[in-house]
């Protein structure tokens, strides 16, 4: 499948004489293929939002290489611009516009008709709404008007940063549903959000960020079998039969904590295996489950972000790829 | 050229344009409302009443040199007189020659359009330059204040390209305020000519020069509107530019012109930024440095002048320009968007 978006070796670095020398994107990666919903993660600070505006000419790169729709970026930005929809972190209109001479004059700058307009405005559900200063929005409706003034160009590839920050409930599953139909009407979508459960609901394939380095990336499916830990929950029929079954599952070399009710087993490639083990004991097995793992733990996981109590994690206390005790988990350009 | 165009929609459509525009367009018909009532004709019974002043006048210089000269023949014969206050021969105090008093010294004030239009063209400039600045500051200051500059980046990201044709529309927007309201500037202060004053000697070497001073006040708008945008763009916030002209205002023109004063400078004022607006629109300010004699009021001595002419203003604005806007359009080029 064709990328629509590809980016090697990234590099970012602020310099401060107080501070000293910070780098924001240290080497990132990324592809996004065409048609996709494409996730991109990463904790606080770790240079999601540095790698939108790098992408889209507001920042500067200080090395790599990018291409949106097979043109070099910055260079051909121009060339590209009318075929890319983005926002970038939160929305930010002039207050005493309304949302339809917000669009109206977006529009005119980029020659785009204005009956495309009404089209977005009915798009995002601010058709009614559209005459009222943006300074009496709520966020949620500022967040409505920035996927509005984005999608005005009817893009190919649509960049959105947070685009369900600050929506209501409803408006998050709508804009779920939005973001299926416009990938399904071929346009490829990034959408950068911390709401991991949607993300995991919607995305085809995602990128997790980590301190300016990619620490994973693929179809969502297989990042979260990479990350599977092979824990199978294991209930019999008897409970005082569980003493019994940890004992011959750990003499099978297999890793077992006991509960109550049931066991956790770890290290389990075949489920069967623990079946097979527990019959020639004459134990019987009410359920077997292997415990699915979900985009949040993965990213807690990969990130090293998880809470920990008693813990104040700082900002920058991510993962980096390439430190001691990590391994990098994605190839380079065009992988 | 869409560009363009929405810019000039959206300077339009921007309240504190249309505040500032509107503020200042009644600050000027308040300056023609107010020449109005002050000013009026001089006819036949105006110029009676100034010559019956003058002879009231006249009358009472004469009445009072004689009880001065009687005062003085009196201390003299009594040898009281004071050594300073009474010249030597009492005789020589006599009232002045009557022609000395001038009836017209007595005529109300009147507005003669070629005599006063020209200086009615210093506060027009004036004002329509500050209007510009304000606008100009606030015209990118709110864009990038309110991420709009962001927005139009994402839209048609060539930054310089959309600078410049912000200040171009921005430009032309001032332009078409500012011939406007110098036609209607004219147009006021001939009917106030007409109505309350004359209209008398206006040849077309009048017209041309009132036509040459009020086109360097529009440029000298235009000039401030571009470093009013310059200054915002270069700080980001429509408040760099504002704090700017005051910073400038405050300390570069009053602490300065102390200074220069305390320090005893010859022609201080060459130092001090108005001087050359008003050289600008005057064509030429001559400074005087009064120490250089011993002036006395006979005119044997003349102080030593200096003249600052527009073509040196014209040199100083275009090096204000070039600063302001080459530094913006730098750190446009230069400066990531965050």
Redesign the interface.
Same mark, same amino acid.
């Given at each position: 499948m064709p990328a629509v978006l590809e980016i090697e070796g990234l590099r970012k670095t602020y310099k401060s004489r107080r501070r000293g020398t910070r780098n924001a994107l240290d080497g990132f990666d990324m592809r996004v293929e065409a048609g996709q919903v494409h996730g991109f993660l990463g904790p606080n600070g770790s240079g999601k939002t540095t790698t939108l *505006?790098t992408l #889209?000419? =507001?920042? *500067?790169p200080d090395g790599g290489r990018m291409s949106i729709l097979g043109h070099d970026v $910055?260079a051909a =930005? $121009?060339t590209v611009?009318g075929q890319?929809g983005?926002i970038?972190e939160s929305p930010? +209109? +002039?207050?005493?516009?309304s949302a339809r !001479?917000t669009l109206s #004059? =977006?529009a005119?700058?980029? !020659?785009v008709p204005a009956e495309r307009i009404d089209e977005v405005l009915e798009l995002v559900g601010l058709r009614d709404r559209a005459g009222e200063r943006v300074k009496t929005y709520s966020l949620g409706m500022k967040q409505r008007l920035a996927v509005a003034?984005a999608l005005l160009?009817n893009p190919k590839l649509l960049i959105l940063d947070e685009p369900a920050n600050g929506l209501d409930p409803g408006g998050i599953r709508e804009m779920r549903t939005l973001m299926r139909t416009l990938a399904e009407s071929g346009m490829t979508v990034v959408l950068s959000s911390h709401i991991l459960g949607e993300i995991q609901l919607i995305c085809d394939s995602v990128t997790i960020i980590s301190l300016g380095r990619r620490v994973a990336f693929g179809p969502v499916e297989e990042v979260l079998a990479q990350h599977s830990s092979g824990a199978v929950r294991v209930r019999l029929e008897a409970v005082t039969d569980l003493p019994a079954a940890a004992e011959a599952l750990i003499r099978s070399g297999i890793r077992v904590t006991g509960h109550p009710d049931h066991l956790m087993l770890a290290g389990v490639d075949k489920p069967a295996t623990v079946t097979r083990l527990l019959a020639e004991q004459g134990l019987y097995v009410s359920e077997l489950a292997p415990v699915a793992v979900d985009l949040e733990s993965v990213f807690l996981e990969l990130t090293a972000t998880a809470p920990v109590p008693g813990q104040h994690r700082q900002v920058d206390q991510s993962t980096k790829v390439g430190e001691a005790g990590q391994t990098s988990t994605g190839g380079g350009w065009g992988a | 050229m869409s560009l363009y165009r929405t810019e000039l929609r959206r300077l339009a459509k921007r309240r504190f344009t249309r505040w500032a525009t509107l503020l200042g367009l009644l600050v000027l018909a308040a300056v023609v409302v107010g020449v109005f009532f002050t000013n009026e004709k001089i006819g036949p019974a105006q110029l009676a009443q100034a010559e019956q002043r003058a002879e009231q006048e006249y009358q009472q210089q004469v009445r009072w040199s004689e009880q001065e000269r009687a005062a003085c023949e009196a201390a003299k014969a009594g040898g009281t007189a004071e050594p300073d206050r009474y010249p030597e021969d009492c005789s020589v105090i006599s009232p002045p020659p009557r022609e000395a008093i001038e009836a017209q010294w007595f005529l109300p004030s009147t507005f003669d359009f070629r005599e006063s239009f020209g200086f009615t063209l210093l506060p027009f400039a004036a004002i329509l330059a500050l209007v510009g600045f304000v606008v100009g500051a606030s015209f990118v200051g709110a864009e990038w204040n309110t991420g709009g500059m962001m927005n139009l980046l994402l839209w048609r990201p060539k930054r310089l390209t959309v600078l410049l044709t912000k200040l171009a529309a921005l430009l032309s927007g001032l332009l078409a305020v500012a011939l406007s309201a110098a036609v209607l500037w004219f147009a006021g202060f001939w009917l106030v000519a007409t109505f309350r004053g004359s209209t008398e000697k206006m040849t077309s070497g009048a017209w041309q020069s009132f036509a040459l001073t009020g086109l360097r006040g529009v440029v000298l708008a235009l000039v401030l509107a571009t470093a009013g945008f310059a200054l915002a763009s270069l700080g980001r916030h429509t408040a760099m530019a504002l704090g700017g002209a005051i910073g400038v205002m405050v300390v570069g023109q009053f602490a300065l012109g102390i200074l220069l004063d305390m320090a005893g400078v010859r022609f201080a004022e060459a130092w001090l930024l108005p001087t050359y607006a008003m050289a600008w629109m005057q064509k030429k300010v001559t400074l005087q440095d009064w120490q250089s004699c011993n002036a006395t009021f006979s005119g044997e001595c003349q102080p030593a002048t200096l003249d600052i002419t527009w073509q040196q203003s014209s040199v100083l604005l275009a090096v204000g320009v070039i600063v302001t806007l080459g530094a913006a359009l730098w750190t446009m080029r230069r400066r990531d968007i965050s």
């Open positions: *505006r #889209l000419g =507001l920042i *500067r $910055p =930005l $121009p611009a890319v983005a970038v930010q +209109f +002039f207050p005493h516009f !001479d #004059l =977006l005119g700058a980029g !020659d003034s160009k | -």
